[in-house]
């Protein structure tokens, strides 16, 4: 190991990050409450089915459903404030798997460092987040006290379908929509980091196996979540389609 890079636990990121108050009091207990009257529900589904031995929910998926446009558009602006104080405190994040480039004052390319993100303004920082990154499908989920959960230890990032969807994604987040119970927290293996839901607060984590995590039983009460994943835009949308070779 180099010199002076084996620095004790305490004093290295874990890249967990937590918006406090993210999404309103309010806007959080009308999302509970329409989804205890909502007959939309589905037993939750891990990547490779219903199997409640591994994750025991009930769950709304988002993604197209036109009545629930106005919950999947408030979800969509606090992750993407939190997304943006995550990108600054870890600018890595793009930097390191992008290599990006932007003109420079002389209009010639010059490769982004990670202190460059220090400088710039929102607006431009949003421009370079929606250039890379995209939202996914948000899912509601619902716990019931002592029943629910998703104890198996699992990551985000796996091989699944065709367009490789699944291995797209970047990090996950979660907007935990109410609290009063005991347990029911997100709990990382490696980090050994357990954080406990906060009405609005915002979870945001890298999606590898390096945090692997699982969510562990309420207690006492109903545990109410949404979740879903900041991607990758597809390569050929950051980088064009590649040229078919000529024929011979």
């Given at each position: 190991?180099l010199?002076g890079?084996?620095?004790?636990?305490?004093?290295?990121d874990d890249?967990i990050?937590?918006?406090?108050?993210?999404?309103?009091?309010?806007?959080?207990?009308?999302?509970v409450?329409?989804?205890?009257?909502?007959?939309?529900?589905?037993?939750?589904?891990?990547?490779?089915?219903?199997y409640?031995?591994?994750?025991?929910?009930?769950?709304?998926?988002?993604?197209?459903n036109?009545?629930?446009?106005?919950?999947?558009q408030?979800?969509?602006?606090?992750?993407?404030?939190?997304?943006?104080?995550?990108?600054?405190?870890?600018?890595?994040?793009?930097?390191?798997?992008?290599?990006?480039?932007?003109?420079?004052?002389?209009?010639?390319?010059?490769r982004?460092e990670?202190?460059d993100?220090?400088?710039?303004?929102?607006?431009?920082?949003?421009?370079?987040?929606?250039?890379?990154?995209?939202?996914?499908?948000?899912?509601l989920?619902?716990y019931?006290?002592?029943?629910?959960?998703?104890?198996?230890?699992?990551?985000?990032?796996?091989?699944?379908?065709?367009?490789?969807?699944?291995?797209?994604?970047?990090?996950?987040?979660?907007?935990?929509?109410?609290?009063?119970?005991?347990?029911?927290?997100?709990?990382?293996?490696?980090?050994?980091?357990?954080?406990?839901?906060?009405?609005?607060?915002?979870?945001?984590?890298?999606?590898?196996?390096?945090?692997?995590?699982?969510?562990?039983?309420?207690?006492?009460?109903?545990?109410f979540?949404?979740?879903?994943?900041?991607?990758?835009?597809?390569?050929?949308?950051?980088?064009g389609?590649?040229?078919?070779?000529?024929?011979?």
């Amino acid at each position: 190991m180099l010199a002076g890079m084996d620095m004790p636990a305490a004093d290295i990121d874990d890249f967990i990050h937590v918006v406090p108050g993210a999404l309103d009091a309010q806007a959080c207990a009308s999302i509970v409450a329409r989804m205890r009257e909502s007959r939309e529900l589905q037993p939750g589904r891990v990547g490779g089915g219903v199997y409640p031995e591994l994750k025991h929910s009930r769950d709304l998926s988002l993604a197209g459903n036109t009545a629930w446009a106005d919950v999947e558009q408030a979800l969509n602006v606090a992750v993407y404030a939190g997304m943006l104080a995550y990108l600054r405190r870890w600018p890595q994040a793009l930097v390191a798997p992008l290599m990006l480039q932007q003109p420079g004052p002389d209009g010639q390319l010059r490769r982004l460092e990670a202190e460059d993100f220090a400088d710039m303004d929102e607006a431009r920082l949003g421009e370079l987040a929606r250039t890379c990154l995209r939202p996914g499908a948000i899912n509601l989920q619902w716990y019931r006290d002592g029943e629910g959960g998703y104890p198996y230890w699992h990551c985000e990032l796996y091989p699944r379908d065709p367009q490789c969807e699944t291995l797209h994604r970047h990090l996950l987040w979660t907007v935990y929509l109410n609290d009063g119970f005991e347990e029911g927290e997100t709990e990382f293996l490696f980090q050994r980091r357990k954080v406990a839901p906060r009405t609005g607060d915002l979870l945001i984590a890298p999606t590898a196996f390096t945090h692997t995590h699982r969510g562990n039983r309420p207690r006492g009460g109903d545990k109410f979540i949404a979740t879903s994943w900041i991607l990758f835009q597809r390569a050929e949308r950051l980088f064009g389609s590649p040229t078919p070779n000529a024929a011979g």
